[in-house]
């Protein structure tokens, strides 16, 4: 049976299968290996997605197989200011924590053998979430989101990771290293561009790797063309 | 339930989830509605198809549920010339069809309700076929497939459609067009480009509405975001 790699998160999840998208990419990269399943909710933050989590995991796995692996990332809506346009996204940091721990404890329970990788959010440029909300570039007017509260929320689904001893990609410090980050990886200062979505991509692949999930050790379904024998092909399909 | 669409197909479903591609477009607009499941096998014929039909299919649909569509897209290979380079992945007309119907058969019996949509084999380009094959552009050389050959297992393809009833969409007839299709819409006279994934993103999502799969139709997995009340969120959630 091929394994499953199960994408669970808000916008940065769901809009995954964009052209230049991080989950398109995995989906290609594991073509021959591997099935990835989606489930990006856009707007969700911690404490929704706790509330649908059972029905939102319907059809994700075989009810005889566990997903390879599952990917939880959320925390750039939590981190919305609480005092802002977006404050109805906000949950407390201490929640989100909370959060994590019960979406990480819901997937243990019901896929005991699913590794379970945590995503940080991603850092935010704020004068393009001022363009995004309010139309304008205008200084002085104060973003919904900042780069430092989405690197708190960072921090904490890094200690979160650690005291449960998973796997955990930070993104929000990965994406900072590239030259340009505000404008090359992030389109609107929240959301990815190609770039940005390949920098993701090439922090899952190898998160992936250290797991023993890579498509160097994961077998391939069905022959490959490269190995049929062009005078006897039939060969390779057992007549 | 999620409803799901299966790809099945050879090297232009198998890459339908590089940018740009048609696989992943399906999968990013039905993102909240419909699951999409890979099953592309590069280089293989509908002869070849037909002996690991199986096998393909494990873990493609859930025992309980069949999937909405499934996508037959076979053709570019068995349109092989059976007198040049990839005369092994040659299969004659004859047999295309009767390969075509049993597959088809295959999906009737496994999935009675799953609604089976044929897809024609894609137009030739030659001289990109020369110098994809060759590494040289040479008029006085053979390409190893011709578009008239693709021209009549598109219409073997479009007869066994009539035949059982089945939707069909002509991609060889469709993509010849588009002006310029020879370099617009492949990329080595056989692949396609993003603007070639385009044209048969547009026709599957025409063919799956006249079936009733839309994203109009269909109802949207959980809330979504802008259905949302700011004032109270988790009225949205049943609390």
Redesign the interface.
């Known amino acids: 049976?091929?394994p499953?790699l199960v994408l669970f998160g808000d916008s940065i999840t769901?809009?995954s299968?964009?052209?230049?998208?991080w989950?398109?990419?995995l989906?290609?990269r594991f073509?021959?290996q591997a099935?990835v399943?989606?489930r990006?909710?856009?707007?969700?933050n911690t404490r929704?997605a706790l509330?649908?989590l059972p029905?939102?995991m319907?059809?994700a796995a075989?009810?005889d197989?566990d997903p390879a692996a599952v990917t939880v990332f959320f925390g750039a809506n939590d981190a919305s200011l609480p005092d802002q346009l977006q404050?109805?996204?906000n949950v407390p940091l201490d929640e989100y924590q909370t959060n994590l721990r019960a979406i990480c404890a819901y997937f243990k329970e019901r896929w005991p053998s699913t590794a379970i990788i945590l995503i940080t959010p991603p850092p935010i440029y704020e004068p393009a979430r001022i363009r995004d909300i309010y139309g304008v570039d205008d200084p002085s007017r104060q973003a919904e989101r900042t780069n430092e509260a989405a690197g708190s929320y960072a921090q904490a689904c890094i200690a979160v990771a650690k005291e449960l001893g998973y796997p955990v990609i930070d993104i929000w410090t990965k994406m900072q290293e590239f030259p340009d980050w505000q404008s090359s990886a992030l389109s609107d200062g929240l959301h990815f561009t190609?770039t940005g979505n390949k920098i993701l991509f090439d922090e899952v692949v190898k998160t992936l790797a250290s797991i023993g999930f890579s498509k160097e050790s994961l077998p391939s379904?069905?022959?490959?063309?490269h190995d049929?024998d062009?005078?006897d092909?039939?060969k390779?399909?057992?007549?």
């Open positions: 049976m091929r499953r769901e809009q299968f964009e052209p230049g998208g989950g398109a990419a989906t290609d073509a021959r099935d399943v989606l990006g909710l856009s707007g969700y929704w509330k649908v029905r939102a319907e059809g075989d009810a197989a404050a109805h996204q190609p379904d069905l022959p490959l063309y049929i062009p005078k092909p039939m390779a399909f057992g007549a």
